[in-house]
């Protein structure tokens, strides 16, 4: 069992507010606060909160759905919060082209029929996809590898919003340069639409012995460390002493079954995301409760066999090359 | 406080934030020796004097705990020992729940409330704010409460043959955000007699919070439970 991150805030930079603007971004209010008569304060969208809402997903399954009808599926499979999107990365990968935001009226009709979290995914870089969700409520954002970049530079500013953000990583310098722009949620890039585990165990693996690394360095190897994995030097301090991500890290990108998803759970990740993996097998309902069976009991081999038994066709996989349909998508995020 | 030999304490490790409870007990020092149970099977919550259901996603945690066999034992258990239930686990210990998923959801019941799920509204809504408890160590300094999708208690069913209900802690109403799901109670919502500022109550030895004590780093309301709740049953 992992280190929980038990520090609600204070891990992050503050945020920064009217600074910076060069892009022109419209500087959102992160906070607002109501006080009262004897000068107590209430704050919204703290990074207490943001990250927190990751914290009460850990040990949960996140599950692709592309409508109503799946996002209930999910529900009654046991998921912790659905993924609403236009095309599971599967379809993304078969069908090309450029992959943007989901239109709102979709994700709002699966906001209205599950009582669970909702997340969305934005482009890399698109800030005002981000502030369009934020605008309908949504619960969470992926700022996603899988959708199309719509800028080759710059991620979002995601400590702007209110609404907290989960981004993909595949090595520990990647995950706290997103920590430091104000991820409070980061997961595993892996290759999605591939059905295939491979590189969600490389990036994780990559993750952890990093950590382990940095965990036994002081303070000038720290410094150097640093440098070298192009991270904020406050955030690997911080990861040396918890021997952990300051923030949930979940694993995500070719997971199929509920043998991948206690792989990656026993690997130290906290929960699962399983996109195309559910809604491509034979039968999605079965094994979708199948996966968030296995991501509780995931230390417990004799009940993964129980389990993994009978759930009919795992989703078709794909063998990871740089030439196969769609490209490596893990490459994109900077 | 007498010597007592050892104390056993569950936490439900279905799904959620079990960890961070644990990582809670543990920094408490006590009198008395405590074991920690992360429960995934009927035969852990039976060696548990006391549990914690932690927070999660309420339907998630219902339905890990049926398919473990578990659903039928915990039911029992909340009839006879103390268990604590932070957000998620405080919809599961009432008795009835508003803003259910569609064709309802498995409660063990326990307090005799019924809360709204995300009374507040979606994440966005999510707030911190400090609060005043009553019967915790220094009440002087307040508790810095984390509320997250927070339930909120929407009516108290107080009755003659049940233990009585005692408000442990009540938000200030202007802390409250602002969300149009927030409909004034009887004509003013500042009413200091409107049970949606209730964010902790006991009934008997249970314990309710809607918000996050085990995302802060102040173990006062685990001393708390530990203290007022679970070792007067074992004395």
Known sequence: ?334 | MALIANVTIGILAMQGAFAEHQVMLQKLSLKSRMVIVLVRTPEDLARCDALIIPGGESTTIALLARLAGLLGPLREFVKSKPVWGTCAGAILLAQSVEGAKKGGQELLGGISATVARNGWGSQIESFEAPLEVEGMRDPERPFQGVFIRAPVVVALHPSPSDPPIQIVSRISASLLPRTQTLVPYDEDDTDPRDPRTIVALRQGRHLLTSFHPELTKDDRFHEYFVRECVLPTLA
Request: aromatic share 4%.
């Open chain 1, 1 to 334: 069992m992992s280190t929980p991150n038990s520090q609600p805030s204070g891990i992050a930079t503050p945020p920064i507010q009217g600074a910076g603007n060069s892009a022109g971004t419209p500087m959102l209010a992160p906070t607002r606060s109501t006080q009262t008569k004897d000068g107590a304060n209430s704050s919204l969208g703290t990074f207490g909160v943001k990250s927190g809402l990751a914290q009460m997903l850990k040990g949960g399954v996140i599950m692709d759905v592309v409508n109503a009808e799946q996002a209930r599926i999910a529900e009654e499979a046991g998921a912790c919060a659905v993924m609403a999107l236009e095309r599971v990365p599967a379809d993304i990968r078969a069908t090309g082209g450029v992959a943007r935001m989901s239109d709102p009226k979709m994700i709002k009709e699966i906001v209205d029929a599950v009582t669970i979290p909702v997340m969305a995914k934005v482009r890399i870089g698109h800030f005002v996809e981000a502030q369009i969700l934020q605008a309908i409520g949504i619960d969470y954002i992926d700022e996603s590898e899988v959708l199309t970049p719509a800028d080759d530079e710059h991620h979002i500013n995601k400590h702007a919003f209110k609404v907290p953000f989960v981004c993909g990583a595949r090595n520990l310098g990647e995950a706290l340069r997103r920590i430091s722009e104000g991820a409070a949620f980061i997961r595993t890039k892996g290759e999605a639409g591939t059905g295939n585990v491979v590189e969600a165990v490389r990036h994780q693996r990559s993750v952890m012995s990093e950590i382990r690394k940095a965990s036994v360095m002081n303070e000038e190897e720290l410094y150097a460390y640093a440098k070298d994995i192009q991270a904020p030097f406050h955030l690997l301090k911080e990861t040396a002493r918890l021997k952990r991500l300051p923030v949930v890290n979940f694993a995500a990108g070719g997971l199929a079954t509920p043998a991948d998803a206690a792989l990656m759970m026993q690997l130290g990740c906290d929960g699962v995301f399983v996109g195309s993996g559910i809604f491509h097998s034979g039968d999605p309902a079965k094994r979708a409760r199948a996966i968030v069976q296995a991501v509780t009991h995931y230390n417990n081999p004799k009940l993964l066999a129980e389990i993994s038994e009978d759930l009919g066709e795992a989703m078709v996989g794909l063998t990871i090359t740089d030439g196969m349909k769609g490209g490596r998508l893990a490459t994109r995020g900077w």
